[in-house]
């Protein structure tokens, strides 16, 4: 469980940090952020059915 937390926190940090609000990723567009929402989708579900 305390490696699934883990996991949870690291991948909500990534995803605030992939938004494109500040200047250094305001080129990237969206895309980091719909790629680390998407893994942070996936590890919730994996943690509510069990598997981590």
Do not use: K, Q
């Amino acid at each position: 469980m305390a490696l699934g937390t883990i996991l949870l926190v690291v991948l909500i940090l990534l995803l605030i940090g992939g938004l494109p609000t500040w200047p250094h990723s305001r080129n990237w567009g969206y895309y980091p952020s719909i790629s680390f929402g998407t893994v942070l989708l996936i590890v919730v579900i994996l943690m509510l059915i069990g598997r981590i």
